[in-house]
Structures are given as structure tokens and as C-alpha cells.
């Protein structure tokens, strides 16, 4: 039945199910498994990291066990690096997408663009505008950054919806789920 939660998103109850078969059976690595696949999905990922090596220590030959280690393990080194966006997907990507780069053109013709992004900069390297108006904490900076997001969204909905794809994409792909 977890199998099938995780099948239709379904993760928190996907979660309780294998949960439960645990308490019934300690030593059922497929529930430990499909634990860690579920908890991955949530992106709780040291739980998930736990619950397949739990898995692996009951069956240690299984493939997709550590594949799906390594991918929670990569997952949360991702989301915690300094560089790391924890969207799970790759910059490089989206920054060679001719789509994107089309659209950031044509945005940093924007005067209000230019004036956001020189603002930005100014206050990074510690310039004239820095706290005088400028992004002198971080709520200031995500509001910038929303500013960024809603300008994009109106030059360009289909590029939005095509990263929002991407991203969901991404989050779920490399998952391996065993069928039996």
C-alpha cells in the first residue's frame, strides 16, 4: 500500500504505512526502503538517509537501496552547501536555456531592472548605496528578489511554467522505486 501512496504523491501516508509494516516487522527492508523514498519525496532527507541504511543493514545487496542512498545523500549535501539552491535542480541548466537567456536580455533592458540590479551590486561590494535605500538586510533582499520573480513572470509566463515543470521534474527523477 505504500508503494501505491508514493505512486499517487500521496507521501505523509505512504509515510504512516510503512511505519506501521515496521512496527509489524522490524526486519522488512522494502519497508525501510520505501520509507526512505517517501521521506526523500518530502525532502526530509536524514530521515531518509537513516531509514536506507536501516534497509541496507537487512539487505545489503540491494541496488536500488544504494542508489537511493546516494541520491539522499547528494540531496542534502545540495541542500545544504552555501551554493546550493535546495530547489532541486541544476543552475547550469536553466542559465544555457536559450529561453532564459532570451528573456534576461530583453529584461535587463528594463530601466526599473537596471535599476534594481545596480542597487544590488552596489550594496554587495559595500558601494554608495549600500543601506541608503539599498538591500541593507535580508528581508529587503528577498523582496528584491520577489520584484525580480514578478518582472519575469510578466515578460515571460511560459518560461515560469517551463522551470516549475523542470523543478518538479528534477525533484522526483533519479528515484528508483522497486516494483514487487
Given at each position: 500500500r505504500a508503494a501505491a501512496q508514493s505512486k499517487l504523491n500521496k507521501y505523509?501516508?505512504?509515510i504512516k504505512d510503512c511505519k506501521r509494516a515496521i512496527e509489524i516487522?522490524?526486519?522488512?527492508?522494502k519497508a525501510y526502503g520505501r520509507l526512505g523514498l517517501a521521506l526523500t519525496s518530502v525532502n526530509k532527507y536524514e530521515e531518509a538517509i537513516t531509514s536506507y541504511q536501516k534497509a541496507l543493514d537487512l539487505d545489503p545487496e540491494n541496488d536500488s537501496y544504494?542508489?537511493?542512498?546516494k541520491i539522499a545523500e547528494q540531496k542534502l549535501r545540495d541542500m545544504s552547501s552555501p551554493t546550493g539552491?535546495?530547489?532541486g535542480f541544476d543552475m547550469a541548466s536553466l542559465i544555457n536555456n536559450p529561453a532564459f537567456i532570451s528573456m534576461a536580455a530583453s529584461l535587463m533592458q528594463?530601466?526599473?531592472?537596471q535599476q534594481l540590479m545596480s542597487g544590488m551590486m552596489s550594496n554587495a561590494i559595500g558601494g554608495p548605496a549600500a543601506g541608503v535605500g539599498g538591500l541593507s538586510d535580508l528581508s529587503s533582499l528577498i523582496h528584491a528578489g520577489q520584484q525580480f520573480a514578478q518582472q519575469i513572470q510578466q515578460q515571460n509566463p511560459e518560461l515560469i511554467e517551463q522551470?516549475?515543470?523542470h523543478v518538479r521534474s528534477r525533484s522526483f527523477?533519479?528515484?528508483t522505486e522497486e516494483h514487487s
Open positions: 505523509s501516508e505512504a516487522d522490524p526486519k522488512y527492508s544504494k542508489s537511493n542512498l539552491t535546495g530547489l528594463n530601466p526599473q531592472v522551470l516549475r515543470n527523477s533519479g528515484s
